[in-house]
C-alpha cells in the first residue's frame, strides 16, 4: 500500500512543485541553458509523440480498414486506449521521469470520449435506427443485436471508468473521485441512442452547466484546476459534448434549435477559457469578439425557431431574442475590466433598440407594455448595480412606452374633446399645486440624486 502511495505521489509532485521549478529555472544561467539542445529535445519528441497519437486516432475513426468487422476495429481502439495509461503508468514507474507519463495518461483520457462516441453507435445501431439514416460507411459502427451492444458498453465502460480514475487522480488529485464522475457523466451523452435535435440540446446545455458549477466550486475551494495538467483534465471533461454537436451537425440534420444551442455552449466554452488568459493579452480580444459573434448567431437562430416552431405571439419574439442578446453581451462586459463600459453600453443599445422595432413593427398594446416593464425593470436594476447606461436606457424605455401606450390607447377608445381637455386642465392644477407645495423637497432630492448619479459606473 505503501508503495503504490509513493508511486502516485511520485506523479503528482511535480504538479505541486511546478511554480517552484520554474523559478529555480529562471534563476540559472539563461545563455548556457539556451545553448543546451538537450533541454529542448525531450519536449519536442514529446510533442511530436503526442501529435502522432491524436492523427493515429483520427485515422483509425475516419478511414479505418475494411478487413476487420466493426466489433474487431473497436476492440483495436479499446486496446489503444488501455495501453496508454499503461505505458504512462510503466515509464513512470522505469524510467524515473513524470512529464512523459503525464501526458500518455492525457492522450488516454484524450481518447476515453473517441470510445464513448463508437460504443454509442453500437447502442444507436442495436436499437435498429441505423437503418434510418443515411450516413458514410466510413464512419458507421454497428453490431448484430442491441444485447451485443450493450454487453460491449457494459464491459468497456468499466474499462474506461479505470483509465478516468486513474488519470484524475495524477492530474487533480483531491478531486479525482469528483472529477472522473463528471467525466464519466459527460460522456454517458454519447451513448444516448437518439438524434433529436431537441433531446442532444438539452443533455448538452444540462451538462455544460453542471459542469460550470463543478469547475466554480473546485477553483474555489483547490488550486488544481489552475495548474496547467489541472486545466487540461477539466477542459477534457466539455470534449463529449463538442463531439456530440460535431455528430450531429456533421452525419443527421442541421437545426436552428441545435444551432443556437450550440453557440450558447461555445460561449460558456470561451468564458471558462477566459478565466486562465491574461486581460492585457490580444487573444483575449479575439475570443471576446468570438463570444459576441456567438451571440447575435444565437439570438437570430434562437428568434427563426421561434417563427418557424413555436408561433409565438409576434409581439413576444423580438423582446426575447433582444433579452438574450442584450444578457449575453453584458455577461461579456462582466469578463474583465478594460473593455466593461464598451460591452455594457452595447448591451443596453440592444436592449432598447430591440424594444423599439418590436413596438414600431408590432404596434400593439402589448408591445408598449412589455416595452414599458422592461424599463421599469431596468430601472430597479440600475440602483441596485449604479450603473449610468442601464439608468438611461430604463429612463428611455420608460418614456417611450408609456408614449406608446398612451397613443395605441387613444386609437382604440374615442374619447370626446371635452374629457381631453378636462383631464389635462386637472391634471396641470394638481401638477402646479404639488409643485409648489414640495418646491424645496423636490430640489433637495435631485441634489441628492444628482450627486449620488455622478458615483455610478458607466
Not at 448591451?347 to 430591440?354: D, K, M
Not at 436594476?381 to 429612463?395: M, N, Y
Amino acid at each position: 500500500m505503501s508503495n503504490s502511495s509513493n508511486f502516485f505521489s511520485e506523479l503528482t509532485d511535480y504538479q505541486t512543485n511546478q511554480s517552484e521549478q520554474r523559478l529555480y529555472a529562471n534563476s540559472q544561467d539563461v545563455a548556457s541553458d539556451s545553448q543546451n539542445w538537450l533541454r529542448f529535445l525531450p519536449m519536442i519528441l514529446r510533442g511530436v509523440g503526442a501529435t502522432a497519437i491524436i492523427v493515429s486516432l483520427y485515422t483509425f475513426l475516419m478511414r479505418g480498414w475494411d478487413s476487420s468487422g466493426d466489433t474487431t476495429r473497436y476492440f483495436f481502439l479499446l486496446g489503444h486506449t488501455l495501453a496508454l495509461a499503461s505505458i504512462g503508468l510503466l515509464s513512470a514507474k522505469l524510467i524515473k521521469e513524470t512529464k512523459g507519463a503525464r501526458l500518455l495518461l492525457i492522450l488516454a483520457l484524450f481518447s476515453v470520449p473517441i470510445n464513448f462516441a463508437v460504443l454509442g453507435g453500437f447502442v444507436f445501431s442495436g436499437v435498429g435506427a441505423l437503418i434510418k439514416t443515411d450516413i458514410p460507411a466510413y464512419v458507421t459502427w454497428s453490431v448484430d443485436s442491441l444485447q451485443v451492444a450493450l454487453t460491449i458498453t457494459a464491459l468497456s465502460s468499466l474499462l474506461m471508468i479505470g483509465v478516468a480514475l486513474l488519470g484524475y487522480k495524477v492530474l487533480t488529485r483531491r478531486l479525482y473521485r469528483q472529477s472522473a464522475l463528471f467525466f464519466i457523466m459527460s460522456n454517458s451523452m454519447l451513448l444516448v441512442p437518439f438524434r433529436m435535435p431537441e433531446l442532444i440540446s438539452g443533455l448538452s446545455l444540462l451538462m455544460t452547466v453542471s459542469l460550470f458549477i463543478f469547475h466554480r466550486v473546485v477553483l474555489t475551494r483547490d488550486l488544481t484546476a489552475k495548474t496547467i495538467e489541472g486545466k487540461i483534465a477539466f477542459s477534457l471533461q466539455f470534449l463529449p459534448i463538442i463531439i456530440l454537436f460535431g455528430r450531429s451537425f456533421w452525419l443527421y440534420s442541421f437545426d436552428l434549435i441545435l444551432l443556437s444551442s450550440a453557440t450558447l455552449v461555445g460561449f460558456l466554452l470561451i468564458r471558462q477559457l477566459l478565466q486562465f488568459i491574461d486581460e492585457g493579452a490580444f487573444i483575449r480580444k479575439i475570443f471576446e469578439l468570438t463570444s459576441l459573434l456567438l451571440t447575435f448567431i444565437c439570438g437570430i437562430s434562437l428568434g427563426a425557431e421561434a417563427i418557424i416552431s413555436f408561433r409565438l405571439n409576434d409581439a413576444l419574439i423580438i423582446p426575447l431574442v433582444t433579452l438574450l442578446m442584450a444578457g449575453l453581451t453584458y455577461e461579456i462586459s462582466t469578463r474583465g475590466a478594460q473593455r466593461t463600459a464598451i460591452y455594457r453600453v452595447l448591451a443596453v443599445a440592444i436592449l432598447v433598440l430591440g424594444m423599439f422595432l418590436n413596438v414600431l413593427i408590432d404596434f400593439s398594446l402589448l408591445a408598449a407594455v412589455l416595452c414599458l416593464v422592461c424599463g421599469a425593470i431596468m430601472m430597479v436594476l440600475s440602483f441596485v448595480s449604479q450603473q449610468k447606461s442601464i439608468f438611461i436606457g430604463s429612463t428611455i424605455l420608460i418614456v417611450a412606452g408609456l408614449y406608446f401606450m398612451m397613443t395605441r390607447l387613444m386609437s382604440v377608445f374615442e374619447f370626446n374633446y371635452w374629457f381631453g381637455l378636462a383631464a389635462i386642465g386637472v391634471t396641470a392644477i394638481v401638477g402646479g399645486s404639488y409643485l409648489e407645495a414640495r418646491a424645496d423637497d423636490i430640489k433637495n432630492r435631485f441634489k441628492r440624486l444628482k450627486m449620488q448619479f455622478s458615483e455610478w459606473q458607466v
